[in-house]
């Protein structure tokens, strides 16, 4: 049984009841806008606007749009004010040239099927579901869904980004050992939901989610427009440039585990789950990839001690395998896991934290983070 929380990155308003039955693309309700005020600095000089305002209060604006225009040196010189944002511009203050633009409340998808079991008024939701999951070491993006799609033809196969084509768009590569800017920018273009990879370079993966995070959907069509068919796309789907990367071992030219590409491997074309902790998620929370069962929500599968259903597992850390405390008090230590199933240890800060129980070489017992622990590697 895995259970996973959808929160609001501040607040938010919820559109679904305890017992509710969800699919992936289930609302779940709005994030608030009350707190997403954006403040724009227009040029004055005496208390006037020397700008020329283009957009008025009360209206509603996309990301880059502009709002205002200066002109400087005669003419000869320009500068635009674009709006960082999709939303309602609130006011515009003549004497002290600040605009505050109000951003749109943003939906939250379920982004896996299953049972609705717990809401938090405003804050969260949780979700349970039935299948298997991996643990990722590094996250990049926004929590997505998609179906996985396998490009890689072995766990430690250095992927040609040529081979990343337009079949991948909505769905989730695995490309194997590294993933490089040149992957990224392959699966921007195609519009891949999502990339894994057993390895990849830290700094070329946080410029990338910064470009991203800069890209508005005009500039998304004048670098990849020529690359495809877009059938005036902005209008018709909304489309949204991004990308969310899992790494499932590390930084570098590191090959993905045998046993997690085999299950990808097995499930390709299921629908599976990238979960990417943000700012918000609780400490030490790692990046995971989830594939829930292919019946979906509606499934009676999905009743309580229904047969058949596999119980989620962290793939590489299981029953049985050599592990290395790499945190808390007994830093150091080795031992072998007890027991690898979806347990929870509350910390002395009342957070729940996923956790395994580990029978050390010593012989004692304990339960501890799983963000606490590191497989040791036998040659």
Known sequence: MIRKVRRF???????VHEGDLVKPDTLLGYESAEEKLHLIKLDVSDQKLVSVVVR???????????????????????????????????SIDTMTGLVQIREHPAPLKALLPGRVVSVSSSESIVI??????????YGGGVPCGGMLAIVAKSPGALTNP???????????????????????M?????????VIAGGGDLEALRSFQEFVGNLTGEEYEARFGAARDFRNVWEEDEYTPGLSVILTEGFGNIAIRAGVFDLLRSREGCYAFLDI??????????????????????????????????????????SGSRVRLVGGTRLGKTGAVRKAGAAVL??????????????????SVATVPRSNIEAIRQS
């Open 346 to 363: 509350t910390l002395v800060t009342g957070q729940s934290v996923p956790a395994v129980e580990i029978l050390f070489d010593d012989g």
């Open 186 to 194: 392959a699966a921007l273009r195609v519009r891949a939901s999502g």
């Open 277 to 318: 902790p943000g700012k918000y998620s609780e400490y030490g929370e790692p990046p995971q990839i989830i594939i829930p069962r292919p019946e979906g929500a509606g499934d009676s599968s999905l009743e309580p001690g229904a047969p058949g259903l596999e119980q989620g597992a962290y793939c590489g850390i299981e």
């Open 56 to 90: 008025q209060q009360g209206d509603t604006v996309k990301k880059g749009e502009t709002i205002a225009l200066n002109t400087y040196a005669m003419g000869l010189g320009l500068t635009e004010y674009c709006t960082p944002v999709d939303g309602t511009i609130v």
């Open 128 to 137: 349970e579901t039935r299948g298997a999951y991996v643990e990722g070491a």
């Open 162 to 184: 040529a081979e990343m084509t337009s079949r991948l768009e909505g769905k989730i590569a695995v490309i194997g050992a590294e993933c490089k800017h040149e992957h990224l």
């Open 9 to 15: 990155p501040l607040s938010g308003e919820v559109a």
